[in-house]
């Protein structure tokens, strides 16, 4: 069950108010019940002495003819009095006459036997089976002995009623404390509710950024990030309109070149007529297949903002491998194709797009060298970057133009060789996806100088 961030966190503080509520409510309870028990030992010991002191009088007399056991003065009767207070009432005593040990008074409620035998000072007794507290009192210079007593039945009954008395204001703001801290985690959610309404009711192409005004500090990184999102996705759709608009525009030249060959091809006569159109239709087809190729590896290349999967690829060896699959190119044209520095080179990245670039720069360099020309592929390692150059003794690009090369379908000025414009394109995205700078200048070899500066990898493939 998935809960939302209100109800937890009304759980989250509910709970921890009532906890505090049960610690604070028994922390009274504590406290009021050890206060209590010093109030009432302090009620015995000042009864002691009040009684002490008031009745001196009468105990010297009953000293002087101490009563027998079956006639020991009790306390009078005062039930024809009017009620005094609940608690009222409720303390036992005894006075004795020491060493003799002789009961003078006691209240109708004690006992006929000694309160307590702990000697002077507070103790505490079981008395027919009720636990009693004792206060007692040694007079040494008259020898009498007072004893009071109080059960703690009530001492406990008021701790109860002090305890409840208190509890009771909190346990009825319970209540009206969970009704506040919702009315505030409601109240301080409503900008996420606002946020997500706003996002709820966008059309689907509404890529607008989210206004940030009024945002919680909380979330104001979780709308940047969507912010961020937006913008992302609004260049990918953009990429994709301008990409399904060049591609129309690219493939609807060739798709009626072919059409128009095949229409020659189809109502000739002439056996070499027809097959001059039907070589046009093979280039016009391998011309097609190739511009869709690249269309294809651009558009697989375009939304991603970052790569899907790294691996330690040594350009060295790519380089190698790439060459060899395009030496039979270079060979029919009697161009030199030749690799060196670096034995190995090892960068971090994704080696088929690294492959698709180093594809891409070498049969540029060979689709505008002339015959017998030469292409070169150099590796230099330096610290942590590692750097591919490709040089070529073509024709070159006049410096106003190198900036613009890289744009989609763009061909230059005074170009004869086939191409679709696209190569670079696709050399310039997969540079970026890894980090890499691209630098164009003129060759040694008299024609284009590509360098390529990329990050290397630390430890290279060990």
């Not at 306390?75 to 009222?88: C, S, V, W």
């Not at 004792?134 to 009498?144: F, K, M, P, R």
């Not at 399904?244 to 109502?267: G, N």
Request: glycine share 6%; charged share 20%; hydrophobic share 40%.
């Amino acid at each position: 069950m998935r809960f939302s961030i209100r109800a937890r966190l009304l759980f989250i503080l509910l709970s921890l108010t009532a906890a505090i509520w049960l610690a604070t409510a028994w922390s009274s309870y504590l406290s009021t019940r050890h206060e209590v028990r010093e109030l009432f030992d302090a009620q015995l010991a000042q009864s002691a002495r009040s009684m002490l002191t008031l009745s001196s009088h009468e105990l010297k007399e009953l000293a002087d003819y101490p009563p027998s056991e079956d006639h020991i003065h009790f306390i009078p009767d005062d039930t024809h009095l009017a009620p005094g207070h609940r608690y009222e009432q409720k303390i036992a005593y005894q006075i004795w006459l020491r060493p003799q040990g002789t009961l003078l008074l006691r209240t109708d409620n004690a006992p006929a036997t000694p309160l307590s035998e702990a000697g002077e000072g507070y103790s505490d007794h079981t008395i027919d089976g009720e636990a009693w507290r004792i206060y007692t009192l040694d007079d040494t210079q008259s020898g009498y002995q007072i004893q009071m007593g109080q059960s703690y039945a009530l001492r406990n009954e008021l701790v109860n009623h002090i305890a409840l008395r208190q509890a009771m204001p909190l346990l009825l703001a319970l209540p009206l404390l969970a009704l506040l801290i919702s009315y505030g985690i409601h109240h301080a959610l409503m900008p996420l509710r606002t946020l997500t309404q706003a996002v709820e009711q966008r059309a689907p192409d509404s890529l607008e950024p989210v206004a940030e005004r009024n945002i919680p500090a909380e979330i104001r990184s979780l709308v940047t990030a969507l912010n961020r999102l937006f913008a992302r996705l609004e260049t990918a759709f953009e990429n994709e309109r301008r990409f399904t608009a060049d591609a129309a525009h690219e493939l609807r030249t060739p798709l009626a070149a072919l059409k128009v060959q095949a229409q020659v091809a189809q109502r000739s006569h002439d056996d070499a007529q027809r097959r001059d159109a039907l070589n046009s239709v093979v280039l016009g087809v391998d011309r097609a297949t190739r511009l869709v190729e690249q269309l294809l590896t651009l558009a697989r290349l375009d939304p991603q903002l970052g790569l899907t999967s790294h691996e330690t690829v040594d350009l060295a060896r790519l380089g190698r491998e790439v060459a060899a699959e395009l030496q039979t190119a270079a060979d029919a044209r009697h161009i030199h194709l030749t690799q060196q520095g670096a034995e190995a080179a090892y960068i971090h990245g994704q080696g088929d797009s690294l492959r698709i670039l180093l594809a891409n720069l070498l049969d540029n360099a060979l689709r505008y060298t002339p015959d017998g020309g030469a292409v070169r592929l150099t590796l230099t390692t330096h610290e942590e970057q590692v750097a591919l150059q490709i040089d070529d003794s073509g024709p070159g690009v006049a410096a106003d133009e190198r900036e613009q090369i890289f744009h989609r379908f763009y061909r230059g000025r005074d170009v004869t060789a086939n191409g679709s414009g696209l190569g670079l394109s696709i050399v310039k995205r997969i540079a970026d996806l890894h980090h890499a700078t691209i630098h164009l200048d003129r060759s040694e070899l008299g024609g284009l100088c590509v360098r390529l500066e990329l990050p290397g990898a630390q430890g290279g493939g060990h």
